[in-house]
């Protein structure tokens, strides 16, 4: 999805924008987080329209192209869950207006009447999971983060325990030697940012502020949340490679000419 996205934005290609569309989408049934790639290529076409670079109809087809390719991906999925569950929704877990704080708190709405909602249907493998093993298991997956996110007195205290938490998860994620790497590679590449270097920072931008707000009200993120949208990130990780090697193979070069002079 990211590689057909950059040929679109940088090629201006429909087709391309509507295979980055249908990667995002298949990326969705596996994970929700999926989606959030066409969004980010909706975002940049709405950015080159508002700059004056793309005319209005380019920058409709490129969004038009990712939207209805991603579109035709999750349509199946969100109505069989609307017919699982008897509401619409991109997932079975919590949606977005309670991800994002918009939604009321349980505290807040009265419980509704039994009669009004039916129970979710199970599937005979779920059905025989007693809640014992299934709420300790749930409790260890968050760890201590994860618990110092939840026993937070006030929200600027839940903020920090939440921006300590993804970073922790994002640095198990990416391993010390990438972490190493990558400092080398953007050490590198330093200087103004490139089309390139404003796209991968763009999807790392917007996933670790839809991640941080997941950590914020679920008080749970994992790496398998936080490596995906830090993949693209890896191509700063071999160039910091080749950095690397070249500034040790300089260091050897002048260390054998110091032995051929006698020092």
Request: proline fraction near 6%; charged fraction near 15%.
């Amino acid at each position: 999805g990211v590689w057909f996205g950059w040929r679109a934005w940088t090629r201006r290609s429909w087709r391309s924008a509507a295979l980055a569309g249908v990667a995002s989408g298949l990326a969705y049934l596996t994970r929700p987080e999926g989606l959030g790639l066409a969004c980010i290529l909706v975002a940049i076409a709405g950015l080159e329209w508002s700059r004056g670079t793309w005319r209005a109809a380019p920058a409709l087809r490129f969004a038009g192209g990712v939207a209805m390719a991603a579109a035709l991906c999750v349509a199946p999925y969100v109505v069989a869950l609307q017919q699982h569950s008897g509401e619409w929704g991109l997932t079975q877990k919590k949606s977005v207006s309670q991800i994002t704080g918009a939604a009321p708190r349980a505290a807040d709405v009265a419980a509704p009447p039994a009669f009004k909602r039916k129970a979710p249907k199970l599937s005979p493998l779920h059905a025989h999971i007693p809640p014992s093993v299934a709420a300790p298991r749930a409790q260890m997956d968050r760890g201590e983060d994860g618990l110092s996110v939840a026993q937070a007195g006030s929200r600027s205290e839940r903020a920090l325990a939440s921006a300590r938490m993804l970073l922790r998860t994002g640095r198990s994620a990416f391993r010390y030697g990438a972490l190493l790497l990558l400092v080398a590679g953007l050490v590198a590449m330093r200087g103004r940012p490139s089309q390139r270097a404003f796209f991968v920072a763009a999807i790392a931008a917007a996933y670790a502020v839809l991640l941080y707000t997941l950590t914020f009200a679920m008080g749970y993120v994992s790496r398998r949340h936080a490596l995906p949208p830090l993949l693209p990130l890896f191509g700063y990780v071999g160039i910091g490679a080749l950095a690397l090697g070249s500034w040790l193979a300089g260091l050897f070069a002048l260390s054998g000419q110091l032995n051929e002079l006698g020092f």
